[in-house]
């Protein structure tokens, strides 16, 4: 079976500060990994995804995740946020293999402060 | 591009009323899937759908029936509305059980 977790339900950080949103997850098998973003009152957009290859990916808009399989951690971080980052974030796996199973953490409510 | 369209926005039902959800995309996806999103407990899968002609459960299956009418449809049934339904519906789709799910924008529902 897999889990992710998400440790931070919010987050809030002054405009230009640098920012970190955990995730670690649990899972018997390999999965790719990804985060999603949702802004208000929208479905949730693809950021960024490991699926093989360099551990750290990184987003068109500045943000980063590293993949530490020995951690099993994914945690994504942004070093200068705007205020129009504010969203909330999301965790996932999928099984690379076998039959689906998209899994999601509970989210994390970023806030940009001015 | 429209990719995930899903009707209606929003909806009000009383209790023990019964209404369909819809969802279309138009990317020759595959897969569909009908999430519902509850504040605190993220994503929630209900049911998908791996190709045309198939449906399986997934975590919150209970209350809800699904049909995918074909590749580019995947509904979603309440066949006797009740609060604990009070959520907002997502659909999504994908190319491949791996790659990427693509989001319509919700359905806000009420269930008094």
């Known amino acids: 079976a897999q889990s992710v977790t998400q440790l931070d339900s919010q987050v809030p950080v002054f405009e230009e500060a640098p920012v970190e949103l955990r995730c670690n997850y649990s899972?018997?098998?390999?999965?790719?990994l990804f985060w999603y973003v949702q802004y208000p009152n929208q479905g949730l957009q693809l950021l960024l995804k490991?699926?093989?290859?360099?551990?750290l990916v990184e987003s068109i808009n500045g943000f980063e995740a590293e993949f530490n399989k020995s951690q099993t951690s994914f945690h994504l971080r942004k070093p200068s946020v705007h205020i129009s980052d504010t969203a909330e974030y999301f965790c996932a796996v999928s099984r690379t293999s076998g039959t689906y199973k998209y899994i999601f953490g509970t989210g994390t409510r970023l806030k940009v402060l001015a | 591009n429209a990719g995930v369209t899903q009707t209606p926005k929003f909806q009000v039902l009383k209790t023990g009323q019964s209404m369909t959800l819809q969802c279309a995309q138009d990317?020759?996806?595959?897969?569909m899937y009908w999430y519902r999103q509850d504040p605190g407990m993220g994503l929630r899968l209900i049911y998908y759908s791996a190709s045309e002609g198939t449906t399986d459960k997934g975590e919150v299956p209970n209350g809800y029936n699904v049909s995918r009418l074909n590749k580019r449809e995947f509904s979603l049934r309440l066949e006797s509305a009740a609060p604990s339904q009070t959520s907002v519906y997502f659909c999504a789709s994908n190319g491949r059980e791996s790659s990427p799910l693509h989001f319509g924008n919700g359905t806000r529902l009420t269930v008094t």
């Open positions: 490991y699926l093989s290859g360099s551990t």
């Open positions: 990317m020759n996806h595959n897969s």
């Open positions: 899972s018997s098998v390999s999965v790719y």
